[in-house]
């Protein structure tokens, strides 16, 4: 049986493809799935709606039609795993563990030390927080063995 994860969050480095890669290095059986990663896609996804004066009609527009993704994806998961940047505030990766949250959907934060303060709340309903790729793959390792 397939353990389903979604991978939510920041989008400017490899930490995706590096649990994705361990998994598969460790034999398991996890299908990974995540947001669109493309950043000016992600911002256009509504543009095709109609063509907007006001930048916030059109982010409107754009976070709805993700949200179809990003809300299917989440639901239909096993795991979420939510990685915070450091140099970005992700404010869509707070809002992906918020709705994990009022699901009760089991998910792990994926940052640095640096950033615990700010993420206290959010590491707080969180079932662990990982520093590493690797850590998440240990865990994923853990809970998908029979």
């Not at 939510?8 to 994705?20: L, N, V, Y």
């Not at 256009?44 to 993700?66: C, I, M, P, Y």
Request: net charge negative; with cysteine.
């Amino acid at each position: 049986m397939s353990f389903y994860v979604y991978l939510s969050g920041e989008i400017h480095t490899d930490w995706r493809e590096q649990i994705a890669q361990g998994a598969e290095a460790a034999g398991l059986d996890v299908v990974f799935t995540s947001p669109v990663t493309d950043h000016e896609a992600s911002d256009a996804a509504g543009d095709h709606l109609g063509t907007e004066g006001n930048q916030f009609w059109r982010d409107h527009k754009s976070s709805k039609v993700n949200a179809i993704r990003t809300r299917t994806l989440i639901e239909q998961s096993d795991l979420v795993v939510v990685r915070f940047g450091d140099k970005y505030k992700q404010w869509n990766a707070a809002f992906d563990a918020g709705y994990c949250a009022a699901l009760d959907k089991p998910y792990i934060t994926l940052h640095g030390e640096e950033i615990i303060h700010p993420l206290k709340e959010v590491d707080a309903a969180a079932m662990a927080w990982a520093t590493t790729p690797e850590q998440v793959v240990e865990i994923l390792r853990y809970v998908t063995r029979a």
